[in-house]
């Protein structure tokens, strides 16, 4: 059997229980050695076979899920944070699907919401914003021109924007021209739930610099939007004059028990 599976942000026990049995369990681990805690390494028996994807292509890393799979061990493929963000899981698994090698998916703790620990962030917040855009720069993969951080910018939305640490002029630029004032809150999250995480908050404008000072390069998200600071209307969900399936409005009880 095959699971993807992802390690989550970075601590060693932000791993799930179901991922961390599945690496005990495991005869074989492929793991993306640029951002996986090897620490979990340490969660696998002594004889269990580990290849850091890293150095791979995806052609090696296939022939080492499928004679794994053909020898009929138990082989974990092991992501950073969740499997279904930038994982280039899909084109993994579309080949395991022409062979017609069964696998399964184990999800992760995603690092975007490392990081709004490490803020303390709330990225949904009544009356600010109800909506996050997960989303990066265009690198050497291109982002499509309808995807531009420039359109999503317009919307005003809590924005997490990964992949994107060496680009934060150009960020900012694209940030403010697509409609967020320059002083907008903004915070850098490098290595977020690793022992050095940094957390930066800054504005729109001063992403660059304040990234710089700290010698941030990548391994960062960027959030962005007001949620980060100022004012919010609280929710309705724990109001006491707000009827919900599990509670009763305190007015409505009253009414009900003055009729009683
Ligand atoms: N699947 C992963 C993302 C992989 S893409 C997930 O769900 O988190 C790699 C990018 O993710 C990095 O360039 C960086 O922008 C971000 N990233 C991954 N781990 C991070 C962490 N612990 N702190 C901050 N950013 C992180």
Request: glycine letters at 8%; charged letters at 25%; one cysteine or more.
């Amino acid at each position: 059997m095959i699971t993807f599976a992802g390690a989550g942000p970075g601590a060693a026990d932000l791993i799930t229980v179901r991922g961390q049995r599945l690496l005990q369990e495991a005869d074989i681990v492929v793991y993306a050695g640029s951002l996986v805690n090897p620490e979990l390494l340490s969660f696998c028996r002594d004889s269990c076979q580990v290849y850091n994807s890293a150095k791979m292509t995806l052609e090696e890393v296939m022939e080492v899920l499928e004679r794994g799979e053909a020898e009929g061990k138990r082989v974990v493929r092991l992501h950073t944070g969740d499997p279904c963000l930038y994982g280039a899981i899909k084109e993994q698994m579309d080949r395991l699907d022409e062979k017609g090698i069964a696998y399964e998916v184990c999800p992760g703790v995603s690092s975007f919401c490392g990081a709004a620990a490490a803020l303390e962030a709330e990225y949904t917040l009544p009356g600010v914003s109800q909506s996050v855009v997960i989303t990066r720069m265009a690198g050497r993969t291109p982002v499509p021109e309808r995807e531009s951080i420039r359109s999503f910018a317009a919307h005003q939305a809590t924005m997490v924007i990964f992949l994107s640490a060496g680009m934060l002029r150009q960020l900012s630029e694209e940030l403010i021209q697509g409609g967020y004032a320059p002083g907008t809150p903004a915070a850098v999250v490098y290595k977020a739930t690793w022992p050095e995480e940094k957390v930066l908050r800054c504005t729109v404008e001063t992403l660059a610099e304040t990234a710089e000072a700290e010698g941030v390069r990548k391994t960062a998200l960027i959030v962005v939007g007001e949620i980060l600071q100022g004012e919010y209307e609280r929710s309705k969900l724990y109001d006491p004059s707000f009827t919900t399936e599990f509670r009763q409005a305190a007015e409505q009880l009253r009414e009900q028990q003055d009729e009683r």
